[in-house]
Each structure stands twice: as structure tokens, then as C-alpha cells.
């Protein structure tokens, strides 16, 4: 796999890893609510998208609501949304000591299990990458996002206490992934953007790691995400991370990040999934797009992405664009 990412990254490469998995919904004609509910229509899904567009991986569909709930949180459903956590869980440190961390399978995560070993059984042709959230992500979901935030200051016991339940879980749904056939897990961690370059150091990156360093071989890799606008200001503390490849979101500047991580890093993003992908036109994704192959030119650590996960609805000519322009 480390064999395989490198060659995906090299400067001749056109490859791309889009995280493009709730458009699949659209494509075989159900909403996204079933797939949420259903591991045959996600892993149709999934095939469906490598089959039209072709990135060099297949990524499952992107959920993060669905650690929370296997702990117990509330979840609102739409019939086209991704599902969101409502509500705390968890609301103090005796809450925290209370919770229980729950084992592989509950709530919906066995659906998510199972759709990716279907996906993995039928794509023989590229890898196929699960979609897993963060340590800290999780934890802020329990907790309540700014809650969490204030408390890493007010209260930090309770923040480390579901630190250390939420990697716990974590790690053992990445290890539930691995056994299906899965190559790696693309873990977002997205509040963690939010948080302040030394926060993030002392609440994100050492879980990060834990989970890394205990699923993570030649043969199972992690992706970690950061779609924050501090993303850049944290990169030795995300390095430290030791994760096989770094994706950014489109509140970065790519050419800042790409200057400041050594050239055997690899490095993914990063077109507004939402600003471009979704809401522009095709013309405007090509530029995007473009300005993007420029940056990859003479570059073997970099793979065209989208800066996050590109939302449902996203219009097939514009995602068509994308691909079009990437291989240009």
C-alpha cells in the first residue's frame, strides 16, 4: 500500500481521491438516507462512483455521526443529508466516567462494517478506504463542540477521560475495518481544526497516534483529514501523527502546506467541495481544478482532491469536470 500511494502521488500521475461517496446515492437512484440504513445499497454506491468517475481508491461513505451514535448520542435523519449529531451526551466529568464505550457493531457501525467488506469483494481493481471520524471529533460530538473547546481550558480531565474512551473505540472499529478486506481508513478530524495549534497538540494529535500506531502496516494505511483554516499552523504537531498521508481542506492555502512538509509527505486536497463542486459551474470547476494540476507539476507527494466531502446533489457535470480536468 505504501508502494501504491507513492506511485498515486508521483508528478507524471493524474490520479485523484476525491472524497466522493454521498453523490453515490444519486447515481443508483435511492436517497441518502438509505444508504445510511443499508450496507448493500452503500457498497452499490460505492461501486457505482469508482465505475463512473475512476479515482485511484474507492472511499466508503463519510458519516460522522455514526461513532457518536454507537455511544449513544441522538442522530436527526434527512431523506438527502448526511446525518447530524443533536444534543450532549455527555454534559460533565461524572457523565465521562459513567460512559460506557461501546462495542463494535452497535448503532449503525455494523452496517457501515459490512458495506465496506461488500465494496471490497466487489472492487478487485484499486483499493477501497473506509470513513472513520477523529479522536477529538468524537469526543467534541459527546461532549458538545463548544463545550469541548472550553473545556480543554475549564475542565480537561473530563476532555482527556473521553479521549481515552473514544480512541479506544476507534481503534477497534479500524480494526474491524481491516478485517474486511479494507486498505486503510480516511479519518476525519475536523474539530480539531478549530481548536489552537497547542490545543490540538495536547488533545488530538497524541489519540491520532495511538490509533495509528495500532492499525497501521504496509497493507492497512491512514488517511488523516484536517479541514480547519489552522491546518497549516499545526503541521509538525499532525506529522507527528505518523499517518501514511495528510488531506487538507480548502481553507488552507495548498502551496503553503505543500512548502512546509518534506517532499516524501504525502499530501491531498483541496477544492471547495461546496463553493466549486456543488454550487459553481463547470467552468469553474476546471479552474479549480486546474490550478491544482499546476501545483501538482514537478511534485511526487501530492494527490488532487476535494478539500472535504463532496456533498450529495453535487451535480454530475460539474464532478465529471473535475476528473476531466485532472487527467487534462
Given amino acids: 500500500m505504501r508502494l501504491w500511494l507513492r506511485e498515486a502521488a508521483k508528478a507524471e500521475s493524474r490520479g485523484t481521491l476525491p472524497i466522493l461517496s454521498a453523490p453515490g446515492a444519486g447515481l443508483i437512484g435511492v436517497s441518502l438516507r438509505a444508504l445510511t440504513e443499508n450496507s448493500d445499497l452503500q457498497a452499490e454506491a460505492i461501486t457505482a462512483v469508482k465505475r463512473r468517475w475512476g479515482a485511484v481508491a474507492a472511499v466508503g461513505l463519510m458519516d460522522l455521526s455514526v461513532e457518536a451514535e454507537a455511544f449513544g448520542s441522538k442522530v436527526h435523519f434527512a431523506e438527502d443529508e448526511i446525518p447530524t449529531v443533536t444534543g450532549r451526551l455527555v454534559e460533565d466529568v461524572e457523565g465521562a466516567e459513567r460512559l460506557s464505550v461501546p462495542p463494535i457493531g452497535a448503532g449503525r457501525t455494523g452496517i457501515y462494517i459490512n458495506a465496506v467488506r461488500k465494496a471490497?469483494?466487489?472492487?478487485?481493481?484499486?483499493?477501497?478506504?473506509?470513513?472513520?471520524?477523529?479522536?477529538?471529533?468524537?469526543?467534541?460530538?459527546?461532549?458538545?463542540?463548544?463545550?469541548?473547546?472550553?473545556?480543554?481550558?475549564?475542565?480537561?480531565?473530563?476532555?482527556?477521560?473521553?479521549?481515552?474512551?473514544?480512541?479506544?473505540?476507534?481503534?477497534?472499529?479500524?480494526l474491524a475495518y481491516k478485517k474486511t478486506g479494507a486498505r486503510g481508513i480516511l479519518m476525519a478530524e475536523p474539530v480539531a481544526g478549530m481548536l489552537s495549534p497547542m490545543l490540538e497538540e495536547e488533545f488530538s494529535a497524541p489519540y491520532v497516534k495511538q490509533i495509528v500506531d495500532a492499525v497501521q502496516d504496509d497493507h492497512f494505511l491512514v488517511i488523516y483529514h484536517n479541514c480547519g483554516d489552522n491546518a497549516a499552523r499545526m503541521l509538525p504537531s499532525i506529522l507527528s501523527t505518523?499517518?501514511?498521508?495528510?488531506?487538507?481542506?480548502?481553507?488552507?492555502?495548498?502551496?503553503?502546506?505543500?512548502?512546509?512538509?518534506?517532499?516524501?509527505?504525502?499530501?491531498m486536497g483541496n477544492?471547495?467541495?461546496?463553493?466549486?463542486?456543488?454550487?459553481?459551474?463547470?467552468?469553474?470547476?476546471?479552474?479549480?481544478?486546474?490550478?491544482?494540476?499546476?501545483?501538482?507539476c514537478g511534485r511526487n507527494n501530492f494527490i488532487l482532491s476535494s478539500g472535504c466531502d463532496i456533498p450529495p446533489g453535487a451535480p454530475r457535470e460539474n464532478l465529471d469536470a473535475f476528473f476531466a480536468a485532472a487527467k487534462a
Avoid: W
Fill in 120 to 174: 471490497a469483494e466487489r472492487i478487485d481493481d484499486r483499493p477501497v478506504f473506509a470513513g472513520m471520524i477523529g479522536p477529538y471529533s468524537l469526543a467534541a460530538r459527546l461532549f458538545g463542540v463548544p463545550e469541548s473547546m472550553m473545556a480543554c481550558y475549564d475542565e480537561p480531565e473530563t476532555v482527556e477521560l473521553l479521549l481515552s474512551k473514544a480512541t479506544e473505540f476507534l481503534t477497534d472499529y479500524a
Fill in 242 to 267: 505518523g499517518a501514511a498521508a495528510y488531506h487538507f481542506g480548502n481553507a488552507v492555502d495548498m502551496a503553503e502546506v505543500l512548502g512546509k512538509v518534506p517532499d516524501d509527505v504525502i499530501v
Fill in 271 to 296: 477544492l471547495d467541495p461546496v463553493g466549486v463542486l456543488f454550487s459553481g459551474t463547470p467552468e469553474d470547476v476546471r479552474k479549480g481544478t486546474q490550478a491544482l494540476v499546476e501545483l501538482k
